[in-house]
């Protein structure tokens, strides 16, 4: 008789912290560092409680310095450390990027397999908390684009946990990038034991046959919510992508060879975001099977506006629903 397993219902940032919590009690070379993580328990409390628990040589409060922070933890992946570096917000990667871009994404290459990077750099990402600027980018396309990372969003707590594990006992540097708007918006069921959810496999969130979604992060959340309005008049698959690098073209092509056409959705500006990216791979692999243009719903090619306007800046369900409407229609 199988033993039914425990679950709580949590937000996303209490499945983070008790994935970090579980991950470090089982793993001493697990560490965290970033700005205000120790005492303060970060920006959005995702490392709340950690430090009073692992004390300070495994819960480090850095300076403010993004670089610092990411070449720190370049550094101690190297050394054997297992460490998870949170940037407060994303728009304050850049600084970060020349170090993931120049080092850890190109350490087991330059060494020839004598070193790896097995670090996680953490960062809350997205818009739709009425953020000034700098606090609500979505700069997955920069690591995508950028070989020997990996790029992972979660979309819901149980997502987020299970993810996460498996980005921090991978061997390689992942990007983890955290849907803000998503932090505190919905509690969910989570496995209270330690669990995976494996890296560069998507997930069927609802089936359909005449159109497929393609969504991650906060964006899953609209793309239902638009296909469930329309479930009466048109057969909606949504796919969450989870993890960006690698991507699962095989569930992809698979679900798009099925349906016949596909709608991309996300926050990031439309220009060479991720979704050109997936449209390419649409057209190269399943073209034939096409009734139409694949299309993109994405933010607009501005500045995020300042909080007045996100509203208009951001996907929303009316203008995935349109997209949805004018693709099968085409």
Not at 124 to 142: D, I, K, N, Q, T
Not at 187 to 215: F, Q, S, W
Not at 224 to 244: H, Q
């Amino acid at each position: 008789m199988a033993v039914a397993k425990v679950t709580t219902a949590v937000t996303m940032v209490q499945a983070l912290n008790l994935a970090l919590r579980q991950e470090m009690e089982k793993d001493p070379s697990v560490m965290i560092l970033g700005e205000d993580v120790g005492k303060n328990g970060g920006v959005f409390r995702v490392t709340d409680g950690l430090y009073d628990i692992f004390g300070e040589e495994r819960v480090i409060s850095t300076p403010l310095a993004e670089t610092a922070v990411a070449g720190a933890a370049i550094g101690l992946a190297i050394n054997g450390m297992k460490p998870v570096a949170e940037i407060q917000f994303e728009g304050f990667m850049p600084p970060a990027f020349d170090q993931m871009f120049s080092h850890a994404a190109k350490m087991r290459n330059r060494s020839r397999g004598r070193f790896t990077v097995p670090m996680v750099l953490r960062a809350p990402y997205g818009g739709g908390v009425r953020a000034l600027e700098h606090h609500s980018e979505s700069p997955e396309a920069y690591f995508i684009h950028t070989p020997g990372l990996k790029v992972v969003i979660p979309s819901s707590p149980q997502e987020a946990k299970g993810l996460l594990i498996s980005a921090i006992r991978d061997p390689d540097p992942v990007v983890f990038l955290e849907p803000k708007r998503l932090y505190r918006a919905f509690k969910e069921e989570v496995p209270e034991d330690e669990y995976t959810i494996p890296l560069g496999k998507a997930n069927v969130v609802k089936e359909g046959k005449e159109i497929t979604v393609l969504a991650w992060g906060a964006m899953l959340k609209v793309s239902l919510e638009a296909a469930n309005r329309l479930k009466d008049t048109i057969s909606v698959e949504v796919i969450d992508l989870r993890t960006l690098a690698p991507v699962d073209e095989e569930a992809i092509v698979k679900s798009v060879k099925k349906t016949g056409r596909a709608v991309i959705v996300h926050e990031a500006p439309k220009n060479c975001g991720f979704g050109a990216e997936l449209s390419s791979i649409i057209m190269e692999k399943a073209f034939l099977s096409l009734k139409a243009p694949v299309k993109r719903v994405a933010g607009w090619d501005t500045p995020i506006p300042l909080p007045k306007y996100e509203d208009y800046y951001y996907p929303n369900v009316d203008r995935i629903m349109k997209e949805l409407q004018r693709t099968v229609a085409f």
